[in-house]
């Protein structure tokens, strides 16, 4: 069982950035993916991001360009860095891990952005962005 932590959550207004935090404890070692999945009120949740322990990335194109996903496997952080931001990003943002399913994505195997191929989540931190 891996425990995930999010922060780096807030207000922004468009155009500002935020960085977002997954700290990961117990054994994350053995997941091969992690993503950053989002959820606004009202809507079904998102994968965002995704990330291969190889660092192959994948994004959802409503993010691409703005969005970068990374991990620093010293502390066995995850990261979100999201730049000009938009009022559609306002959303409770999770990280999640687990095995994973690496799917063909236009001719790139990456990890998958659907929520059922992740079997550990963090309690999600908010994002309000304002116009």
């Known amino acids: 069982q891996v425990q995930l932590t999010e922060s780096g959550g807030g207000s922004v207004q468009a155009g500002g950035s935020l960085r977002l935090s997954c700290a990961a404890s117990g054994k994350s070692g053995s997941n091969r993916c992690m993503a950053w999945f989002r959820q606004a009120p009202g809507k079904e949740r998102e994968g965002v991001a995704s990330?291969?322990?190889?660092?192959?990335?994948d994004y959802a194109d409503s993010v691409k360009g703005r969005f970068t996903i990374f991990r620093d496997g010293a502390t066995d952080t995850l990261y979100l860095r999201m730049n000009s931001l938009i009022p559609e990003d306002a959303a409770v943002y999770y990280c999640?891990?687990?095995?994973?399913?690496?799917?063909?994505?236009?001719?790139?195997?990456?990890?998958?952005?659907?929520?059922?191929?992740?079997?550990?989540w963090g309690q999600g931190t908010q994002v309000t962005v304002s116009s």
């Open positions: 990330l291969m322990y190889t660092g192959i990335t």
């Open positions: 999640a891990t687990g095995s994973g399913q690496i799917r063909l994505i236009q001719g790139k195997w990456v990890c998958s952005r659907m929520d059922y191929d992740y079997s550990d």
